[in-house]
C-alpha cells in the first residue's frame, strides 16, 4: 500500500495568483500523478510526473498553467498558476503501487 | 476515446438492503478495473481491484465483477449500512503510447438510510 499527504488541505486564493500543492508519498515511486475533481465531476487526469523527467500532460493541460516538479522518488508539487475562478477545483496527487492507485486526501481550491 | 458511465447516478436505499451498482466501459482494452469510494470532501479510497483476466474479488460485504467483452463491471454490496454512504467511482486503466491512465466514471451517490 501507499499512503499519501498533501498541502494544503484547502486554500482561497484570489484570481491571477499562484498555489503551490505539495505532495508526500510514504515510499518510493517511479509515476507520480496529479488529477483534478472539478464540481460535481468525476477525476480527471493532468498529467504523470516521472522523477528526472519533464512531465507527460494530458490534452488539454499545460506545463505554462499546471507546472509540476519531482525532485525525488517520494515528492511532487503542482502549481496551479495565474488562477481563475474556473481552476476552484480538488486536486489530488496519485501513485501506484503494485497494481493498486491510491489517492491523497486532495486540495480543495477555491478561486475568487 | 474510453468513456465510463455509472447508473445509477444516485441511489437511495433503507440499512440491511441488498444492491448493485454499475459501471459501463466503451472500450475492452483495459488493464483491469477499480473500484473506490469517496467521502464528501476527501480523497478516493480503493476498495477492489480486478484485472482484466479475472471475474470477480470479494473483500467483505462487497463483490466485484468484471465482463471485459461486453464492458461492464457490478459492485454488490451486502446488507448495506449506514456508514457506506459515499459516492462509489470505478475507474478502468488504460496503457496508450507508452504511458498509462485511469479514466473514471461520473460516481454513484449512495445513501443508506438508518
Known amino acids: 500500500s501507499a499512503v499519501i499527504s498533501q498541502k494544503p488541505s484547502r486554500d482561497i486564493c484570489q484570481r491571477g495568483t499562484s498555489l503551490t500543492i505539495q505532495c508526500q508519498v510514504d515510499?518510493?515511486?517511479?509515476?507520480m500523478f496529479w488529477y483534478r475533481q472539478q464540481p460535481g465531476q468525476s477525476l480527471t487526469l493532468i498529467a504523470t510526473a516521472n522523477q528526472g523527467s519533464e512531465a507527460t500532460y494530458e490534452s488539454g493541460f499545460v506545463i505554462d498553467k499546471f507546472p509540476i516538479s519531482r525532485p525525488n522518488l517520494t515528492f511532487s508539487t503542482l502549481t496551479v498558476s495565474n488562477m481563475s475562478p474556473e481552476d476552484s477545483s480538488i486536486y489530488l496527487c496519485?501513485?501506484?503501487?503494485?497494481?493498486?492507485?491510491?489517492f491523497g486526501p486532495g486540495t480543495r481550491l477555491l478561486v475568487l | 476515446k474510453q468513456e465510463v458511465t455509472q447508473i445509477p447516478a444516485a441511489l437511495s436505499v433503507p440499512e440491511g438492503e441488498n444492491l448493485v451498482l454499475n459501471c459501463s466501459f466503451t472500450d475492452s482494452a483495459i488493464y483491469n478495473l477499480q473500484w473506490f469510494r469517496q467521502d464528501p470532501g476527501k480523497g478516493l479510497t480503493s476498495l477492489l481491484l480486478?484485472?482484466?483476466?479475472?471475474r470477480e474479488q470479494t473483500s467483505g460485504r462487497l463483490n466485484a465483477s468484471l465482463d471485459k467483452s461486453s464492458g461492464r463491471s457490478t459492485l454488490y454490496i451486502a446488507a448495506s449500512q449506514p456508514g457506506d454512504s459515499a459516492t462509489y467511482l470505478c475507474?478502468?486503466?488504460?496503457?496508450?503510447?507508452?504511458?498509462?491512465?485511469?479514466?473514471f466514471g461520473k460516481g454513484t451517490k449512495l445513501t443508506v438510510n438508518p
Open positions: 480486478i484485472q482484466s483476466s479475472q
Open positions: 475507474a478502468v486503466r488504460l496503457f496508450q503510447g507508452g504511458s498509462e491512465k485511469l479514466v
Open positions: 515510499s518510493q515511486v517511479t509515476m
Open positions: 496519485s501513485v501506484r503501487a503494485q497494481e493498486t492507485q491510491y
